[in-house]
Each structure stands twice: as structure tokens, then as C-alpha cells.
């Protein structure tokens, strides 16, 4: 369909461009190519940080799967990281 | 006018969430095979929403920051400055934006010969030995 820089993984260009879009309070701002991949990165480094901090604190608390509550514990940091 | 205006903002936004929700899914499925953990599905659910949520962050601080200088385009650097609390995480943006720059430049040196080809602004020889380097580069 349209060009896909890496795995299944990533976040597509178009996807990121409208999502930033979308939150702009000003219509005439624009994202240029390369700001673009590169919040496609910043995204992904996002969500598998969150995932993968979720799944320490499950292992930490000998479970062996993740739920909200383990979301919920690793956020805050997250958040003060992001 | 304005209320059609909402609802089809809405459905984009609903639609954006979808597409999130997805990448965010693949995601966690390559970190339950890393680190050997299932996440439920209200967990990447959750994860998703706050990405979602975050993006409303990230892309009001890069508006501000290309603001900041003056511009209407949000740039590269606008994205540095947005990964500027983590060290590590600095790092890695950095890194792959002179990735970028790198491949751009190549790109780029082929559309400026394609481009002052196209304008005719070289003197006949050049511009002769232009157009054959135009034909090779789309070749390619």
C-alpha cells in the first residue's frame, strides 16, 4: 500500500503527521519529512518503554502477565521521563 | 458548519486511536517475546490511550518549539529538543536524525542536478552531461 519504513512495528508517517496535526492549535503548522520519522521513533521508544517497564513490574511481582495495574504502577515515572 | 466540523474531527481522532492501538499491539507482542510476560488486553489497550494522550503533548511542545524560531514547519530539531530529558534518549534521536540527514543528502544532491537541469541554467555542455546523469539516477 504505501511505503513502510521497518517492521509491522512502526509508526507510519501519514499516521504520525495526522496525529500531530490533529493537536496543533494553529492550522499552518506543518511537519517536515524527517520530523516526521522521527517522531515515529520517539513514539515507538514511547510505547516499548511503557511495555517494557510494565513487564518488569509484573516480573517483579512473579506474574506472568501484564495487566493495567502494572501499567498504572510504571506510568508516573514514565511520564516524568517522556 | 462548526458542529460537522467536531464530529469529523472525532472520527478522525477515533480512527488515528485504531491505528495507534495497532502499532502499539505489535509492539507489545515483540516485548512478550523479548521478555517472556503476556500482556491482557486492557494493558496495551491502556498503553495505547496514553500514547494517544501523549501525542497531544508532544505535538503542542513541537508547535511551540518551531514557534520559538520563528518557523511553521516543526523540524528535526524541534524533535532533539522534545527528547530532551533522557540522556539516552537524546542520544538515540540524535543518532537517528543524522541517519536521516545522511540518506537525505544523498536524495538530495540527485533532485538538485534533476532541478538546475530542468531550469536550464548551465551552459549547453553542462547541461547535456546533466540530463545523461538524470536518466542514470532514475535508472537507478
Do not use: W
Not at chain 1, 50 to 65: G, I, P, Y
Not at chain 2, 15 to 32: D, F, S
Not at chain 2, 76 to 99: G, H, M
Amino acid at each position: 500500500m504505501e511505503e513502510r519504513g521497518g517492521g509491522a512495528g512502526d509508526f507510519r508517517k501519514h499516521t504520525v503527521d495526522r496525529l500531530l496535526r490533529l493537536n496543533f492549535r494553529d492550522g499552518r503548522t506543518r511537519v517536515n519529512a524527517e520530523a516526521q520519522l522521527l517522531v515515529g521513533e520517539l513514539l515507538k521508544v514511547f510505547v516499548r518503554e511503557a511495555a517494557a517497564r510494565a513487564a518488569r513490574q509484573a516480573q517483579a511481582e512473579d506474574l506472568k502477565k501484564v495487566d493495567t495495574e502494572q501499567v498504572e504502577k510504571v506510568l508516573p515515572q514514565l511520564l516524568l521521563d517522556f | 458548519m462548526a458542529a460537522a466540523g467536531d464530529e469529523q474531527r472525532e472520527m478522525l481522532a477515533q480512527r488515528l486511536k485504531a491505528a495507534v492501538h495497532y502499532t502499539v499491539g505489535c509492539l507489545c507482542q515483540e516485548v512478550e517475546e523479548d521478555k517472556d510476560v503476556q500482556f491482557s488486553k486492557q494493558s496495551i489497550a491502556a498503553i495505547a490511550e496514553i500514547t494517544f494522550r501523549q501525542c497531544e503533548i508532544f505535538a503542542k511542545d513541537l508547535e511551540m518549539f518551531a514557534r520559538h524560531a520563528k518557523r511553521t514547519t516543526v523540524t528535526a530539531e524541534d524533535v532533539k529538543l522534545l527528547a530532551r530529558r533522557s540522556s539516552s534518549l537524546l542520544k538515540y534521536i540524535t543518532q537517528k536524525s543524522e541517519e536521516l540527514a545522511s540518506s537525505n543528502l544523498e536524495q538530495k544532491e540527485k533532485k538538485k542536478k534533476k532541478s538546475s537541469a530542468a531550469k536550464g541554467e548551465r551552459s549547453p555542455g553542462d547541461q547535456e552531461a546533466a540530463v545523461t546523469e538524470n536518466e542514470d539516477s532514475n535508472m537507478a
